[in-house]
């Protein structure tokens, strides 16, 4: 045992020297310097885009309705300031990717733009044949492509200031517990964004993750659904194979998990905030609980069988008639 001491000293030196130097060296100065979020109706993008403003970033906040509700209280609650400019951007579009890029180049600041947060996202439940071939299109194009689009659209001017590029991923990259659909799509875009890490490293650009666990209640992403929406959504091979009961088992819970959700959403936000300002900033934030951090160890370090096991006993209750 003790023979595996240097070793591990070894490897655990320059987490120790990152962390020093995390502490020592200054914050970056947020005046002058322009940050794009996508998804800014509700959620993490709307706290992100108030406080990038508060801490004097100027904010690009892309709203998929920019004159809906959110946009409208994003707009009232940063002061009417001409830092903060609310824009019009579905994520799955190019035009409206085209159309935010020329807005930010028509109104750089004098320290260029240093940030993009891909935070757009959408979510739901459901087995896997529940859901029909357009919703996984659907999915994939915001939660997958729509993040890539935005990031190579984006790419010339963050190389030019060697700024930042925050991805919205989740610990359901890891494992999934209903909700494939979703987990499939956060485990596509952190495999994206390993290859781009390296490859911007050249150019001085950082790439960082952030990991969320459930904060189901701090964001729109994922509202309750019903027994009834689900089964009226099955198509009638579904029906057959399934039954209403089971259906309601499910719904139950997964519905009982968005209850547990963390109501503060500003724990994720602190998190963005550093991976944009910090001189070091990590390559991965898991803002999660203790419970959800244990699962992700266990799917990092055990068989695949292990974690089947695990998963498959919190489904135990919900059989199959």
Request: aromatic share 8%; glycine share 8%.
């Amino acid at each position: 045992m003790w023979a595996a001491a240097p070793l591990l000293l070894l490897l655990l030196l320059p987490l120790a020297l990152a962390r020093l130097w995390r502490r020592g060296a200054a914050r970056l100065e947020p005046a002058g310097r322009a940050v794009l979020i996508t998804g800014c109706d509700s959620g993490f993008g709307h706290l992100l885009a108030l406080r990038l403003h508060r801490l004097g970033f100027t904010v690009f906040a892309g709203c998929l309705c920019p004159g809906g509700d959110g946009a409208r209280r994003l707009q009232r609650e940063a002061g009417g300031a001409g830092r903060l400019r609310v824009l019009r951007l579905d994520v799955t579009r190019a035009r409206d990717v085209r159309a935010a890029k020329e807005l930010v180049l028509s109104h750089l600041p004098e320290r260029g733009f240093w940030g993009l947060v891909n935070n757009a996202g959408i979510s739901t439940f459901g087995e896997t044949g529940w859901l029909p071939m357009e919703t996984y299109e659907k999915f994939a194009d915001v939660n997958l492509l729509g993040s890539i689009r935005t990031t190579l659209a984006f790419l010339p001017l963050l190389r030019k200031y060697k700024g930042r590029i925050v991805f919205m991923s989740s610990i359901i990259a890891y494992f999934t517990l209903g909700n494939g659909i979703y987990s499939m799509t956060k485990a596509a875009i952190e495999k994206f964004c390993d290859a781009l890490r390296l490859e911007m490293k050249k150019f001085g650009v950082q790439v960082s993750i952030i990991q969320p666990g459930n904060y189901a209640r701090s964001t729109k992403i994922q509202p309750p659904l019903s027994a009834e929406e689900i089964w009226s959504e099955l198509s009638e091979e579904e029906k057959a194979v399934y039954n209403k009961e089971y259906v309601q088992e499910r719904a139950n819970f997964f519905n009982s998990i968005l209850s547990e959700g963390s109501t503060n959403g500003n724990e994720v936000v602190d998190a963005m905030v550093d991976a944009l300002t910090s001189p070091a900033p990590k390559a991965r934030y898991m803002v999660a609980k203790l419970k959800e951090k244990a699962l992700v160890l266990v799917c990092a370090l055990f068989p695949t069988a292990v974690m089947d096991s695990v998963l498959s006993y919190a489904l135990s209750k919900v059989k199959l008639a």
